[in-house]
DNA sequence: TCCATTTGTCTATTTATCTAGACAACTCGA
DNA sequence: TCGAGTTGTCTAGATAAATAGACAAATGGA
């Protein structure tokens, strides 16, 4: 438990102890620190680690009972349940599906909103129209094996792709609902990825904790031929998801 | 002031009140809610919205004030004070000052730490070296204009580029460093990226409050024909800093 | 200058968090 | 079976946070 130094817990940092201690012991478990086995040191043992009093470490670890991310049993100790983490490529080829192959068993993606907005100066820009011009926005969540890992909000021209909510709907796919449009093949134009903490929609969406950590990316996609599709923001679950960037970068010759 | 919906501030969380209404007005501030003049509600105002009483506000405003990132006058009200946001591009050309060229006036690299430390699995295996095989292993914290972007922990192999402690020293960078140790160019193999409460260190080295987010970088820098350089671990203040992928991905043909 | 609006300061009470101590109940290896 | 080690539960007191109310002081527009 390399990562969890002597003491350290910060008064007066409006987060309570107990939460800051939480913070850090989940941490540690999505880190991996605490092996195959999962077991963690006991009460008495965190609680001289942290000089806290050892009800302020239970309270920490009924927080992370709570959330599911460990077990505790009476006489035994205090052990992490399985957890899963997964690694999304980033490329210009970038695909949700494709992108966590090999990684789940099942996926799905929930429209939970549809709506026709008019574009902002920012989206206009981007997706080269007029602002005012009407657009689709669609909210999504994807999960795989039941857990979410993401949430976006997606911007098309209404007027040329006013049928991919539809079609979302249908294919389960934002990649065959371009395809059921007659749109083949698309690439990512540009991405742009900052964190912060969750707001209160993601949380809801996203099955997070108060305090928890969203990483948000900003892409846009056009046509082979640099056509506009698409404006995205997406929430990733940062306890969930490792965004990855490398070989696959490079397109195809 | 669109993201901050009426209410919707958690109890029992273990995060303040206070603390949730700075944070969430933080995110405001940063996302640039308030404007060119940064004119933000009263109080009272802010105590309806939040619903909670005046001076749990001020608490808040409080922090905000003690971070530097407002200012409040009596009977005047609360404005914003000049943030600055850095968009550091990642590419397989990767640069820190080049990246950020046109963004600042002045730039500082500081050797925090110049230790030799055994490969781990992990790290042997990315430099294709044996497990135990000494590294030189360099923290670093990079700051433009005096602010703290990025706290890095840099790994070579210490019997080939021992000298970059030296060298990155002398010249105020990784690129000169390798030019002065003779390789004129390198290029970023792979990166992942994730997000996650900033640990005490990442806080002290940044200066930033507890709480605050980090995105971490993992990345391998090899030379243009394959031979690994550098393992480098990089944790970038979210609030400062945007990692941007797009047109500078593709390298010049 | 006046006054509406705003922040600043003080006192007081209630609620939440942290600490402390003690004992019960459970697990599992010797 | 015994006992060391562990978690679970209870009572109690101290400290921190949240709420409430009131009044002072400053700003800036009419």
Redesign the pocket.
């Known amino acids: 438990m390399d990562m969890l130094p002597q003491g350290g817990i910060d008064r007066?940092s409006?987060v309570?102890?107990?939460r800051q201690i939480a913070d850090r012991l989940r941490q540690a478990i999505v880190d991996g620190e605490f092996g195959e086995e999962g077991a963690m040191p006991?009460?008495?043992?965190l609680s001289a680690r942290f000089a806290?009093?050892r009800?302020?470490v239970?309270?920490a670890?009924a927080g992370l009972v709570e959330e599911g991310l460990i077990e505790?049993?009476?006489?035994?100790?205090?052990r992490v349940r399985s957890i899963k983490r997964y690694t999304f490529p980033i490329s210009r080829r970038t695909r949700f599906s494709e992108g966590l192959a090999g990684q789940f068993r099942d996926r799905q993606v929930t429209v939970i909103e549809e709506t026709t907005v008019p574009a902002s100066e920012r989206i206009a820009a981007e997706l080269r129209l007029a602002p005012g011009h009407p657009l689709l926005r669609l909210v999504l969540v994807s999960r795989v094996d039941g857990l979410p890992l993401s949430n976006s909000t997606n911007y098309f021209d209404a007027k040329r792709l006013g049928q991919m909510g539809a079609q979302v709907r249908e294919t389960g796919s934002i990649t065959r609902a371009y395809a059921a449009l007659g749109i083949a093949d698309y690439v990512r134009r540009s991405t742009e990825i900052t964190a912060r903490l969750a707001d209160e929609r993601e949380r809801a969406l996203l099955e997070l904790k108060p305090g928890a950590v969203v990483m948000e990316a900003r892409a846009v996609n056009d046509t082979p031929d640099g056509v506009p599709l698409q404006f995205a923001i997406t929430a990733f679950a940062a306890d969930r998801v490792t965004l990855s960037l490398g070989a696959p970068l490079e397109e195809p010759a």
Chains 1, 2 share one sequence.
């Open positions: 007066g409006g309570a102890l107990w006991g009460e008495m043992a806290v009093n009800h302020t239970r309270a670890l505790t049993v009476q006489g035994r100790g205090t």
